[in-house]
DNA sequence: TCAGATCACTTGACATATCAACTATTGACT
DNA sequence: AGTCAATAGTTGATATGTCAAGTGATCTGA
């Protein structure tokens, strides 16, 4: 007898099961991603920002007076962000961020979240904070510390 | 006593334990999901295309010989795609694919994978089938089967 | 039957991502 | 000191993503 159809396969209106658990686990995954960003970024917007902007800004108000120089924001970055320099530009055009050369070394930039900056993220941490939660809330509370687990597994293994 | 940081938490080198397992799990996520997108992109890159492409190529390879129309293939894809056209263009260009205005519904442009991006796809099934599994064998396997149910459970509640 | 709504794309304009040079500093080693 | 390699960005070219408006084709109801 056949199975009915898991999330999954409706969201992509496929029939046939997949080939693998690990098939079904990659395509959950990358849609649940997808979904989520799209929705986060439905968030953020309205104060004119992106979701990857609003990461940043998150990292430098986590970095503090001191900022952070271009490259360790990258490193800190949920998603990789090769454009890193650009992305900066935005948010220092916006008012947002301020940069200056570092005077002890003279390679790096000095990033900092302006006061402005700090306004638009605490704006949105209430919300953010709120859908994050939603989002776990749907599977059963008994689970979630297992998927949370199963997650940094997953994540160790693609290194 | 202090945890021992997690692997999200390494991974976006931050110290401070998570403000909720919602915030770690929606970060895990994303992360995972953009590891997987780039892995997965450098193994279809080879062949010239990306993974959208891929993902195109496959859900026209199912569809068979009658193809689908233009949002169909939309609507199964993995990741929303509002530029579903143009890479549909691109696809044509490389002759991967075909495309022809229907003659019943005249407003329908009937999309169909050609022998050549039959060839493509098929090469990079091994290739992809194997990573999807390494992905998950990760976590145990007593817990696998919890983890896909728990990421249908998401996906779900993310209508 | 025919005007208006809906559908299935298309197209243009613009934002963002990606990769490969290129520049200015700094560090390491002779 | 002086050369070579490694860092830390920056920039240009190109690809891709995103949204809004436009174009036929089809459907719907008076």
Chains 1, 2 share one sequence.
Do not use: W
């Not at 159809?5 to 099961?17: E, G, H, L």
């Not at 790096?108 to 709120?130: F, H, K, W």
């Not at 749907?138 to 293994?157: D, F, T």
């Amino acid at each position: 007898m056949a199975q009915s159809p898991s999330a999954v396969q409706r969201s992509i209106r496929q029939r046939k099961p997949f080939r693998s658990p690990g098939h079904e686990a990659v395509v959950a995954l990358l849609k649940i991603a997808d979904l989520v960003h799209r929705k986060a970024g439905a968030l953020v917007e309205p104060v004119g920002i992106t979701q990857q902007q609003y990461n940043v800004l998150r990292i430098l108000r986590g970095a503090g007076a001191e900022g952070l120089p271009t490259l360790e924001v990258a490193e800190r970055m949920i998603e990789q962000a090769p454009g890193i320099t650009r992305l900066l530009d935005r948010l220092e055009a916006k008012g947002l961020v301020s940069r200056e050369r570092s005077s002890d070394d003279r390679r790096t930039v000095r990033c900092r979240i302006s006061s402005q900056g700090l306004r638009v993220v605490s704006r949105l941490d209430e919300p953010m904070d709120a859908f994050n939660d939603r989002v776990l809330a749907a599977i059963p509370k008994r689970h979630q510390r297992q998927l949370v687990e199963s997650l940094n597994q997953l994540l160790e293994g693609l290194d």
